[in-house]
T-cell receptor, first 114, second 114 residues
Framework: AQSVTQLGSHVSVSEGALVLLRCNYSSSVPPYLFWYVQYPNQGLQLLLKYTTGATLVKGINGFEAEFKKSETSFHLTKPSAHMSDAAEYFCAVIRSGGYQKVTFGTGTKLQVIP | DVKVTQSSRYLVKRTGEKVFLECVQDMDHENMFWYRQDPGLGLRLIYFSYDVKMKEKGDIPEGYSVSREKKERFSLILESASTNQTSMYLC?????????????FGPGTRLTVT
C-alpha cells in the first residue's frame, strides 16, 4: 500500500530563508507524487507533481521538489520564504488500483517569521 | 479554470439530524471525492465516485453515505449526525483516466455538530 510521511507538523522559517518541507513515501509501484498547499480557510491547490521524466519538478510560487528514488523522498523547497507562503502543505501519493485516488500525508504547517 | 463549489462554508447541526453536503464541479470530471480533514490526521477519504450512480467506499465510510445522480454533483449525507463528525469536509474532482491528474478542491465546509 502507498503511504507518505511528512516530518514535522510545524516548521518555522524567517522571511528570506530557505524553506525545506520533508516527505518520504512508500510505494510498491512507480510512485506518482504531489505537493498541495492549503491557505487558511481555503481548499487545497496543487503546487507541483511528479509523474515521469525529470526528477526535479518546478511548481508555482517558486517551489520545487526533487524525486529521489534511492531515498524514497520528495522534499519540497523554496530558496527564499515569503510571508505569503504561510500555509499548510500536504504531500500525496497516487494509490494503486486506479481511479486517481491518493493518500495524503498529515500535513506541515509553515510559519514565516518577519 | 476548474471550479469546485460546496454548498456551505460553515454549518452547525444538532446531534441526530440528517445533514446534506453538496458539491458541484463545472469541468466534466468523471471522478469526485469526499474527504474529511482533522488536525494531525491530514485528509482521509470518505467516499468517491467514478461515474454517475457509481460509488465506492474510501477509508472511513462509517456513518456516511453519498449520492451522485448527475455527473457534476456529488452529495455527502450524514444520516444521523454525531459530535465525532465535527470536522472540515472537502470535496474534490479529477479526470478519470490517463496520467495521474491532480485533484481540484472546493473551499471546504466546516461542520459543527452540537
Amino acid at each position: 500500500a502507498q503511504s507518505v510521511t511528512q516530518l514535522g507538523s510545524h516548521v518555522s522559517v524567517s522571511e528570506g530563508a530557505l524553506v525545506l518541507l520533508r516527505c518520504n513515501y512508500s510505494s510498491s509501484v512507480p510512485p506518482y507524487l504531489f505537493w498541495y498547499v492549503q491557505y487558511p480557510n481555503q481548499g487545497l491547490q496543487l503546487l507541483l507533481k511528479y509523474t515521469t521524466g525529470a526528477t526535479l519538478v518546478k511548481g508555482i510560487n517558486g517551489f520545487e521538489a526533487e524525486f529521489k528514488k534511492s531515498e524514497t523522498s520528495f522534499h519540497l523547497t523554496k530558496p527564499s520564504a515569503h510571508m505569503s507562503d504561510a500555509a499548510e502543505y500536504f504531500c500525496a501519493v497516487i494509490r494503486s488500483g486506479g481511479y486517481q485516488k491518493v493518500t495524503f500525508g498529515t500535513g506541515t504547517k509553515l510559519q514565516v517569521i518577519p | 479554470d476548474v471550479k469546485v463549489t460546496q454548498s456551505s462554508r460553515y454549518l452547525v447541526k444538532r446531534t441526530g439530524e440528517k445533514v446534506f453536503l453538496e458539491c458541484v464541479q463545472d469541468m466534466d470530471h468523471e471522478n469526485m471525492f469526499w474527504y474529511r480533514q482533522d488536525p494531525g490526521l491530514g485528509l482521509r477519504l470518505i467516499y468517491f465516485s467514478y461515474d454517475v450512480k457509481m460509488k465506492e467506499k474510501g477509508d472511513i465510510p462509517e456513518g456516511y453515505s453519498v449520492s451522485r445522480e448527475k455527473k457534476e454533483r456529488f452529495s455527502l449525507i450524514l444520516e444521523s449526525a454525531s459530535t465525532n463528525q465535527t470536522s472540515m469536509y472537502l470535496c474534490a474532482s479529477s479526470i478519470k483516466r490517463g496520467l495521474p491528474y491532480e485533484q481540484y478542491f472546493g473551499p471546504g465546509t466546516r461542520l459543527t455538530v452540537t
